[in-house]
């Protein structure tokens, strides 16, 4: 059995970002128990899909030293007003990808791979320019790479597929969606 955690993957890039200040509670403060879950259910359709292991754990990795970046950012104050709207635009966005995940997985015949990859690249777009002036242009590559891989239309049907190999995988997702979104953090 595989022992990939996004956990684990987390903590290694949270060593990069803090160097010294690294351990297992510092990785709780950005990645929280319920996101690690879903992103180890997104490795594993990733890795399903690409038939790629090591390109699954590269999106996963991506996702998290972004997703530590920002933050490191926000936890130091280093967005100004303007950028603090994008943040609540991209929150908003984020919430209405959660919602239509969980719906169109909750009804059936409702999946539409367009809108789902509209939401996706609308909240790469969002966060691309939050980031703007903070990260690299290693950094808005990452960004880039994570959301055009889920964003993948083709991706997004297999994932819906309700007799797909998916299934499973999906229903963990949205289960996790909707804890996240009953939490308040999306």
């Known amino acids: 059995m595989e022992s990939f955690s996004s956990k684990d993957m987390a903590m290694q890039a949270q060593k990069k970002i803090l160097s010294h200040m690294a351990n297992k509670s510092m990785v709780n403060m950005f990645i929280d128990d319920n996101s690690s879950e879903i992103m180890d259910e997104l490795y594993r359709v990733s890795k399903e899909y690409t038939g790629n292991r090591t390109e699954a754990q590269k999106v996963i990795k991506d996702m998290i030293k972004i997703a530590v970046k920002i933050g490191v950012l926000f936890r ?41 990859s509209e939401i996706l690249t609308g ?64």
């Open 76 to 116: 130091h104050n280093r967005f100004n007003a303007g950028e603090l709207g994008l943040a609540q635009e991209f929150k908003k966005k984020l919430h209405q990808g959660a919602m239509t995940a969980i719906s169109f997985h909750e009804v059936e015949f409702t999946f539409d791979k367009t809108v789902m």
């Open 123 to 186: 909240c790469r777009d969002l966060l691309l320019k939050l980031v703007n002036i903070h990260l690299t242009a290693k950094s808005h590559g990452r960004i880039n790479h994570v959301f055009n891989h889920y964003a993948d239309p083709e991706l997004l049907t297999k994932l819906y597929d309700p007799d797909g190999p998916f299934r499973p995988n999906l229903i963990k997702i949205c289960n996790g969606l909707n804890k996240l979104v009953e939490e308040g953090t999306i």
